[in-house]
């Protein structure tokens, strides 16, 4: 039987700490709700004793979503966890969320921490964490640059402090995926009772290779949680994309054998939603929601998608919430989607020799203009059309 993936989304969280993209509490639960219906498993909604206003939506999105678990972060101290219980108190399921860094560079310069001082806040705010909720998750920030031998103690006494779920944080995007997904394997390996706990990825896209360690985690390092954003939204170049890990899990199925909860033909909606409210454009060649990631401009990948769509398409538009793939009439459109598209149009030609004279139309107009609309079809055959 294949394993589930847990989808936790941190789009309201740490795609948040996006320069620009910040929300109000009504944008949130909005968008809190959207996941719901994507059918994610962890909603971070918000670091709750970071304003008043993320106490407020995590209170409000707690309230408004069942399904998913909410979860809080919080750093390793106990003002932040009861802050974050009391921000959770209403929720169904809830979850906190604690850090401290473990990397010597934070311990030494941001913390001013030795690492034995960070080892006993790590393990005190688990254990405070713990007497509010029996789902506790912590994240050794920048763990992807921390010394191993440390990474091994801290989790190893996170662990009997009671967390539930180890985040493998590379915070700064440092990560390369073979590496990345080996270390994680090494501490599961090193760590007693690491079997216990459910492991986690938590990408940042610094190198652009979030999502690549982010499934190098899952494969590799036995990883059965995933941190993403919708979009990719997130601090610097952003966090792992959830719409890139899902397609990717369900496409490559074959590969990964994973199961997830997600509702695929959700995602339009969400990444859509997501970018009017923060008002980030998504780029059109981004993967899965891109405006052209389902549409075909080359004539031969035309020609191809008309017989056969598996000859182009590895995935379905459909699936993921689009209305449908989308052939792109242009210059380099051949006499077949040309054709199809007259069809479409209700369009019907006498002859062959009335098609070629407005197909030849067609590609003078497409040489002058990068996109050929229905309208334009509709004018070039116009002429044919009233000879009859
Ligand atoms: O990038 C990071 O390290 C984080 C943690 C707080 C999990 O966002
Ligand atoms: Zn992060």
Known sequence: MADKLIIFDTTLRDGEQSPGASMTKDEKVRIARQLERLKVDVIEAGFAAASQG???SIKAISLAVREPIICSLSRANDRDIARAAEALAGAERKRIHTFIATSPLHM??????????VLEQ????????????????FSPEDASRSDIDFLCRVIEAVIKEGATTINFADTVGYGVPELYGNTLKTLRERIPNS???????????????????????????????????????????????LEEIVMAVRTRKDYFNLDFG??????????KLVSQ????????????VGANAFAHASGIHQDGILKARDTYEIM???DVGWAANKIVLGKLSGR???????????????SETEVNAAFARFKELADKKSEIFDEDIMSLVSDEEHAH
């Open 195 to 241: 079997d216990k706990v459910i492991w986690s990825v938590h990408c940042h896209n610094d190198l652009g290779m979030a999502v690549a360690n982010s499934l190098a985690g899952v494969m590799i390092g036995g990883a059965r949680q995933v941190e993403c954003t919708i979009n990719g939204l997130g601090e610097r170049a952003g966090n792992t994309a």
């Open 54 to 56: 993320d106490f407020e």
């Open 316 to 318: 379905r538009a459909e």
């Open 122 to 137: 790590a393990k005190q705010a688990v254990r405070y964490a713990r007497t509010f909720t029996d789902d506790v998750e």
């Open 277 to 288: 409210i923060t008002g980030f454009a998504v780029q059109p060649n981004k993967a899965v």
């Open 108 to 117: 030494e310069m941001k913390l001013r921490m030795s690492p034995d001082q």
């Open 262 to 271: 997600i509702d695929t033909t959700q995602i339009v909606a969400t990444s």
């Open 336 to 350: 077949n989607a040309f054709k199809q598209r007259l069809q479409e149009l209700g369009i019907a030609l006498e």
